[in-house]
């Protein structure tokens, strides 16, 4: 395992960090970086073998997206790895055959994964999303027609594959099912959309059009889609929230070097104790976040799962997010002018912390889902 993360580590360091300004400036990176990353095996960590993964415990797929932190991009980060909440609900509750047709090719890099669940009108109110599917049958075959819109969808251009929360029966929860649809239908149109930051992960606005798709691509079963997204949403927080932390890391190691190599008055910048009293602040709350993130990554791993641990991930999210605001805002202070200029990670990161705040659950959704799980 320690081989394959030095590989990694030469594949962010040469592959990725000289490009990442080139990329952002031109709102994409290439395609060919998922084939690149699908032969190096970065796709698959976590996955199971039979569909061209190879499982590890939580803790190493962390430490994985650590290194990717370093480049100092969330827009990579989530474009590059959008399979990482495209693909948990097929593999946990999709049919075999479907199962078979689509995850191995993802995690080769040939071809792209994203989840469609947003609404324009709904955002965090999954319940009441309003994309609608409807049942019917050709030539006794059944199929399902589509019709709605999807918003903020991360690699909502490029994807292949949608895994779509749509509404097949009542209003509420109990009417939700999720469906795989393939980005070449006939009725699917996307747009895509302009953002503060996380310029080069394309986002989109997804279109359903007397969309249709065959009944054989229903994920679980009809109506229970409701507790699949759920499940979902518990990992990408605990993603966002380990993104958070190595994001901070970036700034506060960009604002540290600045500071010991910047001279003001006649002395490093670091020499100016308001200056190191910032640092350390930031390298404290960096290092109590890192601490929680590590021992409910612990848990997790141990099976340790229950009410309380789902309410934890959801302060822990909020706490991670917290913490990369005060570093991004501290990092591009110390870094004065060059701090605003286009160019540094710390400017970059600055751009894409709200989104960081907002994505998987806002904070106030986060505390009150706490507080539920609690019973308080």
């Known amino acids: 395992m320690e ?14 960090k000289p490009h990442i300004n080139d990329w952002d400036e031109a709102g994409e990176f290439p395609r060919e970086l998922y084939r690149q990353a699908g032969e190096l095996g970065l796709l698959g960590l976590g996955y199971p073998e039979e569909v061209g993964g190879f499982e590890c415990s939580l803790a190493d797929r962390l430490r994985l997206s650590n290194l990717v932190c370093s480049a100092g991009s969330g827009g990579l980060l989530a474009g590059l790895f959008s399979h990482n909440i495209g693909l948990p609900p097929l593999l946990n509750h999709g049919s075999e055959a479907l199962v078979q047709l689509i995850a191995p090719a993802v995690l080769k890099g040939e071809t792209i994964s994203a989840l469609a669940i947003t609404e324009p009108s709904g955002g965090s109110d999954v319940a009441n999303l309003k994309t609608k599917a409807d049942l019917f049958h050709r030539d006794g075959t059944p199929y399902y027609r589509i019709n709605g819109e999807k918003v903020f969808i991360t690699s909502g251009v490029r994807a292949d594959w949608l895994t779509v929360a749509v509404r097949t029966g009542e209003p509420g929860a109990r009417g939700i099912s999720v469906l795989m649809v393939p980005g070449n239908t006939k009725g699917l149109t996307r747009s895509p959309l ?10 989109a606005s997804i279109y359903f059009d007397n969309v249709e798709v065959p009944a054989a691509y229903l994920v679980g079963k009809e109506g229970k889609g409701f507790r699949i997204i759920m499940e979902n949403f518990n990992t990408e927080r605990l993603m966002l929230a380990g993104a958070c932390v190595g ?15 910047r001279q003001t008055f006649g002395k490093r910048l670091m020499d100016h104790q308001v200056i190191a009293h910032k640092l350390a602040d930031m390298r404290m709350k960096v290092r109590a976040t890192e601490a929680w993130f590590d021992e409910t990554i612990d848990r997790i791993d141990r099976g340790n799962i229950n009410e309380t641990l789902v309410a934890d991930i959801c302060l822990l999210k909020n706490q991670a997010t917290q913490t990369l ?27 894409e912390v709200k989104v960081m705040c907002i994505g998987g659950g806002a904070e106030e959704i986060m505390k009150e889902l706490a507080i539920r799980q609690l019973a308080w």
Not at 194 to 203: I, V
């Open 194 to 203: 302009k953002k503060t930051g996380w310029w080069m992960s394309d986002t």
């Open 325 to 351: 605001q005060h570093c991004a805002n501290e990092a591009v202070q110390i870094l004065g002018g060059m701090g605003f200029m286009r160019g540094s990670s710390t400017e970059r990161i600055y751009r």
């Open 3 to 16: 081989d394959f993360f030095r590989s990694v580590e030469r594949f962010v360091n040469e592959q990725i």
């Open 247 to 261: 994001f901070s890391k970036v700034c506060l190691n960009e604002a540290l070097d600045w500071a010991q190599n």
